[in-house]
């Protein structure tokens, strides 16, 4: 493990060099001499202006988990009321490609209660073992029991490569198995490779979106990652050829500091994932008001609204709308983007739909690296115009 180490004996001037740490990581202790706490974030901006006070120091004497021992690429279903999350079958079919690229098995990892007709469903998406986990303690999501289950799966299994579902449960599953393997885990990738030797290229944007971080986890196994809902593509239904392995949970698994008293269920909500076409509006509107004219356009097209995380932030719109990495991820058959500059972290939640309409005033938007039509243009006069184009064509129809 990293470290820095301290050179005390070249110490000049204490109080310079608290200042250092933007962190406020480096402290005078009680016998004078600095020391670093539990708030430095490695950015090594002492090593760097520290005259040598401070040194970056990398442990590399590290254990190396034996790879032989891990083959496979597992995916953590996830159930909801008894059915498949449509997630967990993006993630089969993603698994399917790495798993042909280093001749491996697709396994899956099934846990609840009756989970026959899921394991039926999950079945003709072409996994090559089911490991189904199935009891009455298992039926509501509890993160002991489920963490227990996924633990011993993972120990009995030795899988490579462990995905997991970007949703509530899943973030919370998968850092908690991670950590119990020591082992590590990239949360919310956008792509995924796998090399050779099943070292698993993670890719996600960091620093807010300005730049795509490409992780691999060299030194241990399994290597954990999660995917959020509509990244992937589901893959086509094939005929069924899964082994099917029933394990026994054990009473002590069940154990959970946590008591399921009751359910009470939110109205049923269609969301901006779910929709076929969206008209999204971003910082070029002027106003709040503005944005009943891109819901009236929203209206004639039988779209919904989305909108960038500046709307969401300038509190026009409700976060539910917002599109991208820190919103929803989208992957409609049209989606319509009003004075979007198309930033890598909206365009990472939305460029997988089937066909991008952008409309913004600066011809070099990066929005229009990824649109099929790009117009430029003011919204104010485009939309305008659009929507007259559209009742005039509606009332011709209809008369």
């Known amino acids: 493990m990293a470290k820095i180490v301290i050179h005390q004996e070249k110490i000049v001037d204490h109080a310079a060099l608290t200042a250092l740490c933007p962190f406020g990581a480096i402290e005078v202790e009680a016998n004078g001499e600095l020391a670093i706490n539990a708030g430095c974030r490695m950015c090594r901006m002492c090593c760097k202006k520290g005259g040598g006070v401070f040194e970056y120091v990398e442990d590399i004497q590290r254990s190396v988990a034996d790879k032989t021992q891990w083959r496979g690429i597992a995916v953590a279903a996830e159930l909801l009321d008894g059915d498949v999350h449509p997630v967990s079958l993006e993630l089969l079919g993603k698994a399917r490609d790495l798993a042909q690229k280093i001749h491996q098995q697709v396994f899956c990892f099934v846990q609840g209660y009756q989970t ?65 393997f020591r082992t590590g885990l990239t949360a919310d990738c956008t792509m995924l490779d796998i090399q050779t030797n099943t070292d698993l290229d993670q890719i996600r944007p960091a620093y807010g979106g300005n730049i795509m971080a490409h992780i691999n986890t060299p030194f241990t196994r399994p290597q954990f990652a999660t995917v959020r809902y509509k990244i992937f593509s589901a893959p086509e239904k094939t005929e069924p050829h899964a082994r099917i392995i029933r394990h026994c949970p054990t009473a002590a698994s069940f154990f959970s500091r946590i008591e399921f008293l009751a359910m009470n269920r939110k109205s049923a909500e269609c969301g901006i994932e779910e929709a076929d076409i969206l008209v999204a509006v971003g910082r070029g509107l002027k106003k709040p008001e503005d944005i009943s004219m891109i819901r009236r356009l929203a209206n004639l097209l039988g779209a919904q609204l989305g909108c960038s995380r500046a709307v969401v932030e300038a509190g026009w719109l409700d976060p539910r709308h917002q599109i991208g990495l820190s919103g929803r991820t989208v992957k409609p058959k049209l989606i319509i983007t009003c004075g979007i500059s198309g930033a890598v972290q909206f365009a990472a939640g939305m460029n997988g739909s089937e066909f991008i309409v952008a409309i913004n005033t600066d011809p070099e938007a990066p929005i229009f690296n990824i649109a099929h039509v790009g117009i430029v243009g003011d919204v104010y006069e485009i939309i305008p115009g659009l929507i007259a184009r559209i009742e005039a064509m509606k009332g011709e129809i209809n008369g």
């Open 116 to 180: 026959d007709a899921a394991v039926r469903k999950i079945a003709a998406y072409g996994p090559d073992e089911i490991h189904v986990y199935d009891a009455p303690e298992l039926e509501h999501f509890r993160i002991e029991p489920y963490t227990a289950e996924l633990e011993a799966f993972v120990s009995e299994v030795k899988p490579a490569v462990i995905l997991v579902g970007g949703t509530p449960i899943g973030r919370s599953l998968a850092p908690r198995a991670a950590a119990r």
